[in-house]
């Protein structure tokens, strides 16, 4: 059972008159080439799918993918490459690498993969960003690529921006210095305060009753760090912090707290402006209290003594909105959208105000958890309004509509 291709030529026999008698010719054996036709076309069908393989690869991986030739010019590169280096591979066909990458460091690196030099080790270096005075940290590894032969044929080097891990490591660790020196100083407190009662004949008891208020004070600092930090956990792990709601009128809640900080605070004025009718809400009251006290302490905390800081609330027919605006530094274009990420500072510098920079994050998973949202308007040098809102339970939304 064996197959044999035959290309067979003939040529027409034709008599006196012209007419067809037969034919001439010869069989030629033609399987060997009709094997190879088959086998190129399935080498070409087999290329296509490997071409198509490789497009799809370079087309959803999430690094930036670069292969280059034993010359270090470019032959591939993924779509997210482009991406990051802000050039089509069309563009880019066939020059040297440091071309795209103009960096020394980079340069210097892949040139001693290619030569053998150095292999499997990661380098990091820095890329200009979007803007002018802004820089990317990019990480890349790179490795030869070899044929089955063994032979070298190109190397291949992945690309990743790490900008935003190395920012949030740099503000992980202001954080962690931050909380060791707001943990330290109320502890200092304590230990003084605490000595100075061991020996209680040597003070007079109003002394001794104001040692203990002072410990009393500081201890309550301590407790608001340490439920911060363990809000810190919730929030980091995508969790909605716990809240336990109930019936409540805002409203007497927020002028009390208004008014206390009119007692406590003499460098600012407050006005508060709140709806006639009750605040009636399923709210968290010490958590929302929370919310409030937060926003009221940045808007004393970053605007200038003697500025205003306003309290607005009111009603609609699904939610109930407050704002808190002050007259202060203000918060930058570019801080604004990260004004509620854990651990950031708007100033995290050493003359930078007291805080663990965990208030707004603990604010937002404190609003969502009650289905609301919270926002920030701010222009740099004019001062800065936070709202937020809680939505209104079902049953009060139907009573205010048919009302």
């Not at 802004?134 to 080097?157: C, E, F, N, P, Y």
């Not at 935003?164 to 305060?193: C, V, W």
């Not at 605006?325 to 604004?336: K, L, P, R, T, V």
């Amino acid at each position: 059972g064996q197959t044999i291709w035959l290309e067979t030529n003939a040529i027409p026999m034709l008599d006196d008159q012209g007419h067809l008698t037969g034919y001439r010719g010869a069989d030629i054996d033609i399987t060997e080439r009709k094997k190879a036709q088959a086998y190129l076309e399935q080498a070409l069908h087999e290329a296509e799918e490997s071409r198509d393989r490789i497009e799809a690869i370079l087309k959803s991986v999430a690094d930036g993918l670069i292969f280059t030739d034993t010359h270090q010019r470019i032959v591939l590169m993924s779509a997210s490459a482009e991406d990051l280096l802000g050039i089509k591979l069309a563009d880019a066909f066939g020059n040297p690498i440091g071309t795209i990458i103009n960096n020394r460091n980079f340069l210097n690196y892949h040139t001693d993969i290619s030569s053998r030099v150095k292999h499997n080790e990661v380098l990091d270096f820095e890329l200009p960003g979007p803007g002018s005075d802004s820089a990317r940290i990019i990480q890349v590894k790179s490795s030869l690529v070899h044929l089955q032969k063994g032979d070298q044929s190109g190397v291949i080097t992945l690309l990743r921006d790490i900008s935003q891990e190395r920012e949030l490591d740099q503000m992980k660790n202001a954080f962690i210095s931050t909380a060791a020196h707001e943990l330290r100083t109320p502890l200092s407190a304590l230990m003084g305060y605490s000595e100075l009662l061991i020996n209680p004949g040597v003070f007079s008891p109003q002394d001794q009753t104001e040692f203990a208020t002072i410990i009393h004070e500081k201890s309550q600092v301590l407790e608001k760090i340490i439920d911060d930090l363990l809000n810190l956990s919730r929030v980091e792990s995508g969790q909605l912090i716990e809240i336990k709601k109930e019936w409540c009128d805002l409203g007497p809640q927020l002028e009390k707290l208004i008014k206390q900080y009119q007692t406590n605070t003499k460098t600012h004025p407050f006005s508060i402006t709140l709806p006639e009718e009750p605040i009636a809400l399923m709210v968290d009251q010490n958590k929302i209290t929370q919310v409030i006290e937060n926003l009221l302490v940045n808007a004393v905390k970053f605007s200038p003594n003697g500025t205003p800081i306003d309290i607005k609330g009111k009603l609609t027919e699904n939610q109930f909105q407050l704002s808190i605006s002050d007259q202060g530094i203000g918060i930058g274009e570019d801080q604004i959208d990260k004004i509620f990420d854990e651990f950031y500072r708007v100033d995290s510098s050493m003359t930078a105000k007291q805080g663990l920079g965990l208030g707004m994050a603990i604010a937002k998973n404190i609003v969502e958890s009650h289905g609301g949202k919270i926002w920030v308007d701010s222009i740099l040098g004019q001062g800065t309004k936070v709202y937020f809102t809680l939505p209104l339970e079902r049953e009060l939304q139907l009573c205010r509509a048919s009302s």
